[in-house]
């Protein structure tokens, strides 16, 4: 059935537009845009009121599976760096996760984000003690919630070749069978340079040239990861994975915190994508990105923090204020606005528009402004009055997913207590009781 959206404020962060309008949705699509659209016979008006409507937002770098994690207990003793960091907690938790605590990590972490209004997430998945079918788990989970997704495992080492290979077929299945799947697609997922050796990124560039998906991979997080490439393998980091054909389209380079100007220039020739999450270099206190230097192709995540694109955005903008070489004042905002474009290279349509055509993926923000709103000053609005607490209604492909700040056809109260009994369980696993 049609659905008529009377009295919108259709806007787009990048370019900042912002115009009264109504919004035809029908067959997941905006299908007409105009003032003072007439209801057609039998089409179900809903009267916004002037509330902002708005693409729905993409964060292009999470791990779902760490959705389970707050408020666990800490480690016996304080990691003391970011590889301590990975060693005594995150390789801690990864290696707890069964079936179940993948499943309710998935549905958390999706109900969240489709909350602060994020409609697609692009993960970063792993659980070495269930590898095959993993990235199944999560796209069931995110399929009930109804968002879209782009999945991948993070292929290493670090647990031996059997588990490895494991990890490169979990990928190359999920790519295979979602290759033309309109919720999700797959991408070649690969921890960090430091946990794979020659052998296995040279199989992870490989998948991605055959199936034309990218590798998703964190680079230069922690100044270890480029100290690693240059002891261990006596190459520049960028250099060996460029070497591997990891540097391609569609790949996502996650952080880049510790990457120089020529670095970030030869990822950016390759037309990969780098991905900035400042919260959680913030949290990890590894350092400032250089955004000065990123390319075009920048957009935001949140690495495992709960998918909110707006704190992310204000966390991203303060961030860049106190760095040493800040960006200009639209940067973050258009980081963000990146994220749709990353997913329309996924996905083959455009994400990130409300024009007649546009997938219907939106949110509808109850934001009235103390102050005028206009294109020229939306990103102001945007950084300093918009927050996530605003998000009254998120359409995916059309469909209602939340309406009126709840959940559609989900009982969230129940299916949080089932998580929480899930995570008990986890954590008692991860401590060995
Ligand atoms: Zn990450």
Known sequence: MNLLLKNTLATTLIPPAIEECDLRIDDGKIIDRARHLRPKRDEEVVDLQGRIVMPGFVCSHTHLYSALSRGMPPPKSAPRNFVEILQKVWWKLDGALDEEAIYYSALVGAIEAVKFGTTTLIDHHASPNFVTGS????????????????????????????????????????????????????????????????????????????????????????????????????????????????????????????????????????????????????????????????????ALGTDGFPADMFEESKFGYFRNAESESPVGFSRIPEMLNNGQRLASEFFGRTFGMLQKGSPADLVILGYYPPTPLTSRNLLGHFLFGMNSSMVEHVMVNGNRIVWDKHLVGIDEHELMQKAACAAKKLWSRMHGR
């Open 135 to 298: 990235l199944d788990l999560i796209k069931h989970a995110m399929s009930q919630v109804g968002m879209r997704g782009i999945l991948c495992y993070e292929t290493t080492d670090r647990g031996g070749k059997l588990r490895r290979d494991l990890g490169l077929k979990e990928n190359e299945r999920f790519v295979m069978e979602n290759a033309s799947n309109a919720h999700f697609r797959g991408t070649i997922g690969a921890h960090a340079q430091f946990t794979l050796d020659d052998d296995s990124l040279l199989w992870l560039g490989e998948l991605a040239a055959m199936y034309d998906c990218g590798v998703h991979i964190h680079v230069a997080e922690d100044e270890a990861d480029v100290v690693n490439a240059q002891k261990k393998h006596k190459q520049d980091i960028v250099e060996r994975l460029e070497k591997f054909g990891i540097l391609r389209k569609k790949s996502l380079i996650v952080h880049g915190v510790h990457l120089s100007k020529k670095q970030l220039a030869t990822i950016a020739r390759s037309g990969a994508w780098m991905i900035h999450n400042p919260r959680s270099n913030m949290n990890n206190a590894v350092g400032h990105a250089p955004l000065q230097w990123y390319g075009e192709h920048a």
